[in-house]
């Protein structure tokens, strides 16, 4: 079952310009993560943020997490072609242990 | 090290065929797991090995076994597969963790193998 949506499921923007994806989940929630994926390779880690933080950075990445209405957003500034890639949120929906469910994903592609 | 290997990197089989996938790590990860993914689609988890007991099996089907030799290793082992069960396979590992809420589910993924079944 899939337990996050994420919107736009596309997006398209020129080098330099901002990205903001979001990902709404159902139930609740210890942490929230996301991870980026080139195309047909394995996924990479970007950032965790958990239940009870509301904003997390990491380099040109921002993170927030709103539980009271079950979404989480990725925001990546100043981007740049070598952020294409799909980029998924992924929750433990809330128990506590290994389950990771992934969102359907948002495909960025930034043209140089 | 801080890299999960998974071997091979392509695998044509026929439905009568029996193979094998491995997957690899040296970060002390007691926690690994597989996952299917399929063109354009999240991944999704199938199986999760704790301290090389088998965790979770999210109901896939018998044709896929899941194997933990050692802390390490992670195996699927393939036999009578369908056609429909050609995706990408991945493999991941995280630590297991202490306690909810800690960071243990940050998982490092493995590049896939690219199943095809014909």
């Known amino acids: 079952s899939q337990q996050g949506e994420e919107d736009p499921q596309a997006l398209s923007i020129q080098e330099g310009e901002n990205a903001t994806m979001n990902c709404s989940y159902k139930t609740s929630i210890n942490n929230l993560q996301w991870y980026r994926q080139n195309s047909g390779r394995g996924l990479v880690h970007l950032i965790l943020i958990r239940s009870n933080e509301r904003e997390k950075h990491s380099g040109r990445l921002r993170v927030t997490l709103d539980t009271s209405k079950k979404s989480s957003s990725l925001l990546i500034t100043a981007s740049r072609a070598a952020d294409t890639a799909s980029y998924f949120c992924?929750?433990?929906?809330?128990?506590?242990?290994?389950?990771?469910?992934f969102g359907a994903g948002t495909r960025l592609f930034v043209k140089a | 090290d801080t890299e999960v290997t998974q071997t091979p990197k392509h695998l044509v089989m026929g439905m009568t065929n029996k193979k094998s996938l491995k997957c690899e790590q040296h970060?002390?990860?007691?926690?690994m797991y597989w996952y299917k993914q399929k063109a354009k689609k999240p991944p999704e988890l199938m199986f999760v090995?704790?301290?090389?007991?088998?965790?979770i099996n999210e109901s896939v089907p018998s044709r896929f076994s899941p194997e933990c030799p050692n802390s390490s290793l992670l195996n699927l082992h393939l036999h009578a597969l369908q056609p429909e069960d050609s995706a990408l396979y991945l493999c991941?590992?995280?630590?297991?963790?202490?306690?909810?809420?800690?960071?243990?589910?940050?998982?490092?993924f493995g590049p896939g193998t690219r199943l095809t079944v014909l």
């Open positions: 970060m002390g990860h007691r926690a």
């Open positions: 992924a929750t433990d929906a809330g128990t506590g242990g290994f389950k990771t469910i």
């Open positions: 090995y704790s301290y090389e007991k088998l965790s």
């Open positions: 991941a590992s995280s630590h297991p963790g202490l306690a909810r809420g800690s960071s243990y589910n940050e998982q490092f």
